[in-house]
């Protein structure tokens, strides 16, 4: 799952139409643009937000800075996931990188009850997919400690994934 640079625009009320477009022109000339919704643009490199960052400074445009995580084409989705991302344009799913936690549960014996510890965890899903024959599960940040007392109680182990 790759980490993407979001730069929140917040646009000013009553500018001409053509404003938007000009701020379009200009980055065109200079940043190449992994991809954007709505007032969000999305870059893949540190320098690439700098040259976004100078444009907005020039146009006088407040603009916040969010660390994205671009989900894989086949990632499952729950209901729960428009809370915490969004579907771009080019119909990518992002998730909000400082508000998700994203982890493995592996077995650690033959007591283990993987399949009871999902059931469980699974109310509680964003989203999930396969990373190297791996299911890699996404849920809120602040469940991370009731996610290890799930796999706890199955005799499970949670491997945290950065």
């Not at 917040?10 to 940043?31: H, M, N, S």
């Not at 086949?74 to 809370?83: G, I, K, N, V």
Request: hydrophobic share 40%.
């Amino acid at each position: 799952m790759e980490t993407k640079i979001g730069l929140l625009m917040d646009l000013p009320e009553g500018k001409a139409p053509g404003f938007y477009a000009q701020i379009i022109k200009a980055l065109a000339g200079k940043v190449e643009l992994f991809d954007r919704d709505k007032e969000m643009l999305i870059v893949n490199t540190p320098q690439q937000q700098q040259a976004v960052w100078d444009i907005m400074t020039h146009y006088h445009i407040e603009t916040e800075i969010m660390h994205l995580r671009l989900l894989p084409d086949d990632a499952e989705l729950t209901e729960l996931f428009s809370d915490y991302g969004f579907i771009s344009r080019s119909e990518h799913a992002y998730l909000y990188e400082k508000i998700i936690c994203l982890f493995r549960v592996n077995q650690i014996g033959e007591q283990s009850d993987v399949k009871q510890a999902l059931l469980q965890i699974q109310e509680h899903l964003l989203a999930e997919f396969s990373h190297q024959e791996q299911q890699v599960y996404i849920v809120d940040r602040q469940l991370e400690e009731l996610m290890h007392g799930i796999a706890k109680a199955y005799r499970c182990q949670i491997e945290m994934l950065s």
